[in-house]
């Protein structure tokens, strides 16, 4: 009912709000690894400065992290829904939260699957800076393979 109106919104939100914030903390960090080559493992956090901007900039990064994990565990549910409705998955009981919006939807064995591929993950990475690398691999593939 109101999507005619929230599109044009979130596209006028994303290029006037957010692009332009990610291309600022992109140049912002990229200028302070040129200032401080040995920073150049982790610029975001060693940038930061000491006291109360870490702790602020640790509650947005949580929070960014959070919003993230919402968007690909209903990414995943959407996906998984059209392939049911096109028949190349087998049929899982999907569970609506909302009466009123069709696409809220919630599937309990796709959620304990992303659980356990979740643990399996980090054990079996056991360190961040390799976890790091491969999202990085990961969204790295995943441009190249849309832009194609």
């Given at each position: 009912?109101?999507?005619?109106?929230?599109?044009?919104?979130?596209q006028l939100s994303f290029c006037g709000c957010v692009y332009p914030c990610l291309i600022v903390t992109y140049?912002?960090?990229?200028?302070?690894?040129?200032?401080?080559?040995?920073?150049?493992?982790?610029?975001?956090?060693?940038?930061?400065?000491?006291?109360?901007?870490?702790?602020?900039?640790?509650?947005?990064?949580?929070?960014?992290?959070?919003?993230?994990?919402?968007?690909?565990?209903?990414?995943?549910?959407?996906?998984?829904?059209?392939?049911?409705?096109?028949?190349?998955?087998?049929?899982?009981?999907?569970?609506?939260?909302?009466?009123?919006?069709?696409?809220?939807?919630?599937?309990?064995?796709?959620?304990?699957?992303?659980?356990?591929?979740?643990?399996?993950?980090?054990?079996?990475?056991?360190?961040?800076?390799?976890?790091?690398?491969?999202?990085?691999?990961?969204?790295?593939?995943?441009?190249?393979?849309?832009?194609?």
């Amino acid at each position: 009912l109101l999507l005619p109106l929230l599109v044009p919104c979130l596209q006028l939100s994303f290029c006037g709000c957010v692009y332009p914030c990610l291309i600022v903390t992109y140049m912002g960090q990229a200028s302070y690894v040129l200032a401080h080559p040995e920073s150049y493992t982790n610029p975001f956090w060693i940038s930061v400065p000491a006291g109360g901007a870490f702790w602020v900039m640790l509650v947005i990064a949580t929070a960014a992290s959070v919003v993230a994990s919402q968007a690909l565990i209903s990414g995943v549910f959407s996906i998984l829904r059209q392939a049911m409705a096109l028949g190349v998955l087998p049929r899982l009981k999907i569970t609506h939260t909302d009466e009123v919006a069709e696409g809220q939807i919630y599937i309990g064995q796709v959620n304990y699957m992303l659980l356990a591929g979740c643990i399996a993950m980090v054990a079996g990475f056991q360190d961040t800076t390799a976890m790091g690398h491969a999202y990085g691999v990961a969204v790295i593939t995943v441009m190249f393979i849309t832009t194609v």
